[in-house]
């Protein structure tokens, strides 16, 4: 069955969504088997895997916004926990310093809104096309290409503080 094929091809990616604006691998976990539960129980799945990505990943961040609206709180991202894998490196140096980076984007990343985080991570991460974001988030083409841009300059904004806190720290 292609309905499996798909979950199977997008699931990983929905996760990564999950974990990163839930901030934790278990709540993510959750996240996404109670949406392949909400599939399973829909009877008009799309037929194509671009379509069934979108109409997946809308599920899954529906999903993420039921479960921050039960915290009651703004979620944090650890930093460990929801890092990109840093690329295996033989120099110990180069290493460190990819690690850095990364950690400083996660930190940047989680102290953007709610919003902001979720398209970039929708753009950028999960590579997403404007159309299939603004099916996503139920919005028009041009109100994704304005939000994303907004978002990247509050990102650029907050890893140019961080960078200025971290020159004036060392």
């Not at 460990?80 to 180069?94: G, K």
């Not at 994303?148 to 020159?167: I, Q, W």
Request: charged letters at 25%; glycine letters at 4%.
């Amino acid at each position: 069955m292609q309905l499996n094929q798909y979950y199977i091809e997008h699931s990983k990616g929905a996760y990564a969504l999950a974990a990163q604006m839930l901030g934790c691998q278990q709540d993510a976990q959750d996240v996404v088997q109670d949406s392949l539960h909400t599939i399973l129980k829909h009877s008009a799945v799309p037929t194509e895997s671009g379509q069934f990505k979108a109409w997946f990943y809308t599920i899954v961040r529906n999903k993420v916004i039921d479960r921050l609206r039960t915290r009651k709180r703004r979620p944090t991202v650890d930093a460990e926990e929801a890092s990109l894998t840093a690329a295996e490196c033989n120099e110990p140096e180069a290493s460190l310093h990819q690690k850095q980076v990364q950690l400083q984007i996660q930190q940047a990343l989680s102290e953007l809104s709610e919003a902001q985080r979720e398209i970039i991570l929708l753009k950028d991460w999960q590579g997403f096309s404007y159309a299939d974001i603004a099916r996503i988030l139920g919005v028009e083409n041009g109100t994704v290409m304005s939000r994303l841009h907004r978002a990247r300059m509050a990102l650029r904004e907050k890893l140019a503080m961080l960078s200025d806190h971290k020159t004036l720290k060392g």
